[in-house]
């Protein structure tokens, strides 16, 4: 048995024979400072909530018993490293939490410059680490709405750089006559065939399912039409770089911090 579970099935016997409800001990614990609620005690003392070390001193004193009872049978020590490892995780999961975040900042930044060089009209060359999905995702990231919407905002990217209204339409004409003819056939072989056939079952999946597949299939076509200078190398990195861009800027190199 984990420290966890350990720890919990204590602070369950001792409340038990103590005479006190889940409810009873939580409200006890709020009242002296401990925010628990009835779940919170639920979860400690099956073990998916560990406690903290000020949280079994509050704990101890409204059972009535000397906090080693509540200790792992590691004893003090024991019930310490415990904690520390999971300050540990705690702390290792927010730090890339904010890793990701700056990453993402980073990438929308380069994306959105590119995006603005190719509307005042520069030339290039110019080479994206990364897909034309990955330069698409960036640079609408703070024009999403809502989950539903993030293929529109990327559509609605394409046309604002100038992507031809018919070269988008003649693609999605291809894929209507695609999902068509995989619908009619009902042959449910692969994933994608699965996704085509539910994409088949609404008109609004079926709006839906054509715009994502179009930007997801068919990004990097539509730019080259309109941007034939622009290129992409489909690196597997996060950091989503742009070769040729005026005034680049290294943020790993200035930040001290590594983009991987």
Known sequence: MDAEREVGKKIETLRVAAGLGQRDLSDGLREAGVNWSQGTLSRVENGSRPIRF??????????????AELQPT?????????QALWGYANARGALEDAHYDFVSAANRINALRLVR???????????VSGTGVDLLNAATQ?????????SVDELELLRVLGVPSESI????????HEL??????????????????????SAEDRAFWLDEVLVERYAEELLA?????????HSESR??????????HDWSADDGIELR
């Not at 060089?117 to 080479?127: I, M």
């Not at 024009?143 to 919407?149: A, N, S, V």
């Open 54 to 67: 000020t949280e079994a001193v509050r704990l101890a004193e409204i059972l009535k018993v000397p906090i």
């Open 74 to 82: 590691g004893g003090l020590i024991g019930f310490l490293y415990q």
């Open 117 to 127: 060089e190719l509307l005042d009209g520069n030339q290039g060359p110019y080479s």
């Open 142 to 150: 703070g024009l999403t709405r809502d989950e539903p919407m993030r």
């Open 169 to 176: 339409a003649a693609k999605r004409s291809a894929l209507d």
């Open 180 to 201: 068509e003819s995989r619908s009619a056939s009902a042959r449910i072989g692969t994933v994608e065939d699965l996704a085509f056939s539910e994409a088949g079952k």
């Open 225 to 233: 039409v309109r941007f034939p200078f622009l290129s992409f190398n």
């Open 239 to 248: 950091r989503l770089e742009i070769v040729g861009i005026d005034n680049a």
